[in-house]
T-cell receptor, first 113, second 115 residues
């Protein structure tokens, strides 16, 4: 049982380049999330999805887009990367119930130069 | 404005002693609270939770206490072990109140347990 898998694990981009981060879960979870973690800032929600075909903005959505075409996959896109998007990105999933914790992937470390 | 605050960025304790990690919240709609633990180069993992109808929940060496009137919760680890060294995140949601199941996270407390 793989849980939540994120690809790639590391990436270096130049300013203005684009990329897509892929998240896949095999737990049949309804909810999926993208967070970024920066030093001293904790986990900040970028976008989330409450089911296949749905997406919603989180706390820090600017500069990112997402898609959830299949229940098991949640993609995070950066159309024109900026140095401020240098961060560690975590995908998570859950059943979306009050007492269902989030299951996280191991993160993608992105550096934008 | 932070709705979930972990005011101590770091905590250092001796092996075998008690570790107490604190968390304060401002949103009175929050009614379910969770603690996550994160090791370097890994994603956070769920540790323990508590609902607002309880004031204590225990799981082995880990106990979470909730003081609703003070909007404060704490995680106690007894006895602390070097393997407990990690970043601990407090999170809250308001699902029971008809609010959101989307958790709000604090900024984390880095715990170091010295042998």
């Amino acid at each position: 049982n793989a849980g939540v898998t994120q690809t790639p694990k590391f990436r270096v981009l130049k300013t203005g380049q684009s990329m897509t981060l892929l998240c896949a879960q095999d737990m049949n979870h309804e909810y999926m999330y993208w967070y970024r973690q920066d030093p001293g800032m904790g986990l900040r929600l970028i976008h989330y999805s409450v089911g296949e075909g749905t997406t919603a903005k989180g706390e820090v959505p600017d500069g990112y887009n997402v898609s959830r075409l299949k229940k098991q996959n949640f993609l995070l896109g950066l159309e024109s990367a900026a140095p401020s998007q240098t961060s560690v990105y975590f995908c998570a999933s859950s059943y979306g119930r009050i007492n269902s914790p989030l299951h996280f992937g191991n993160g993608t470390r992105l550096t934008v130069t | 404005d932070q709705q979930v605050k972990q005011n101590s960025p770091s905590l250092s304790v001796q092996e075998g002693r008690i570790s107490i990690l604190n968390c304060d919240y401002t949103n009175s709609m929050f009614d379910y609270f969770l603690w996550y633990k994160k090791y370097p180069a890994e994603g956070p993992t769920f540790l323990i939770s508590i609902s607002s109808i309880k004031d204590k929940n225990e799981d082995g060496r880990f106990t979470v206490f909730l003081n609703k009137s003070a909007k404060h919760l704490s995680l106690h680890i007894v006895p602390s072990q070097p393997g407990d060294s990690a970043v601990y995140f407090c999170a809250a949601n308001s699902g029971f109140s008809g609010g959101s199941y989307i958790p709000t996270f604090g900024r984390g407390t880095s715990l170091i347990v010295h042998p």
